[in-house]
């Protein structure tokens, strides 16, 4: 374990005070659900995903917003299409959070599989840095947790701001996993590439105006794109990769891509409007997996500062 990771929260006595007899209660009832059936949890998630759409509009709201301006050459009746099977996804991604904790390592075996994987070990076995680019997806929860399994990685980490959560959170996700980095250290997260280790980061989330480059992203032209990416890309010894997270008939299935050479280019605009328009050919392979109920769009330009939420 590196001298970086994240230390690993441990039980307190306090956890069981009647403040956090909430979170117990809430944990409980999940992990009871987990051990039901997976198709009856699968049916269980698609009924929350329609009551999502009721109780929080505003997130419904964003998620068809996002498709629209992400694909502004699809008819309305495509993005309903997506759109409605993306809001039982995204309901299903909380039991997916509780299977990714709590079930046996059995269980995720029987529903996992993995494409590709011999990109990772090609790469591995030149001693260099994995540097897994994956894509936000709603099961990625599930997902990192699956692909400890077949290699074990590292990933930045936020700790929760509830200490039971947080503890809930870390163990569940670090079962199958090496060790977790604070998602601000990014000499941390070097250091494992150097050491040849399979590390992964989410390049396709909005950071900020101040380590972002605008760059397109389907139809919105000026897309705040982090720029961490090709720092690690250049600094770590390493070679990147695209990987996802998808549905199968019987479960998940974590896709692994070739190798990217283009991240090397001087021109950051270029390397990250490449690596946009990658990310979105991946996301268009199964687009109601996608995590559209993040506000990607949020950040704007100064040559262009309204929003385009509103």
């Known amino acids: 374990m590196s001298k970086h ?8 006595a306090k956890f069981l005070m009647p403040n956090y007899w909430g979170i117990w209660l809430g944990a409980a009832i999940l992990y009871l659900i987990t051990w039901l059936p997976f198709r009856l949890i699968l049916m269980l998630g698609k009924g929350f995903g329609r009551l999502l759409s009721r109780i929080a509009p505003k997130r419904v709201a964003i998620a068809r917003k996002n498709l629209k301006l992400t694909f502004p050459d699809w008819s309305d009746a495509e993005i309903e299409r997506v759109f409605n099977a993306n809001v039982e996804r995204t309901g299903m991604a909380l039991f997916e959070t509780a299977m990714g904790w709590w079930w046996p390592d059995w269980r995720i075996k029987k529903h996992l599989t993995i494409e590709g994987y011999e ?7 030149q001693g260099k840095g994995a540097f897994g680019l994956a894509l936000h997806n709603v099961n990625l929860e599930f997902a990192c947790r699956g692909i400890g399994y077949f290699h074990p ?3 930045f980490y936020r700790k929760h701001n509830n200490p039971l959560m947080d ?8 079962r199958a996993n090496k060790y977790m980095i604070h998602k601000r250290n990014a000499k941390a997260l070097i250091e494992a590439l150097n050491s040849a280790e399979l590390c992964l980061y989410l390049p396709d989330q909005d950071y900020g105006a101040s380590q972002s480059i605008f760059v397109p992203f389907g139809g919105v032209e000026q897309t705040a794109t982090t720029s961490a990416t090709l720092m690690f890309a250049q600094r770590g010894n390493c070679l990147p990769f695209l990987i996802s997270s998808q549905y199968t008939a019987t479960g998940y299935k974590i896709k692994c891509y070739p190798v990217i050479e283009y991240l090397a280019d001087k021109s950051p ?8 328009q990658d990310l979105l050919d ?3 392979e199964q ?5 559209w109920m993040h506000k990607r769009f949020k950040t704007r330009p100064k040559s262009s500062p309204q929003s385009l939420y509103e």
Not at 119 to 125: C, G, N, Q, V
């Open 269 to 276: 605009e270029r390397a990250l409007t490449k690596l946009n």
């Open 167 to 174: 503890y809930f959170q870390y163990h569940g996700r670090n």
């Open 287 to 291: 687009p109601e997996s996608y995590l």
């Open 119 to 125: 990109h990772i070990e090609a790469i591995l076995k």
């Open 282 to 284: 991946i996301i268009k």
């Open 5 to 12: 990771s994240i230390v690993a929260p441990v039980f307190k």
């Open 153 to 155: 990685s590292i990933a």
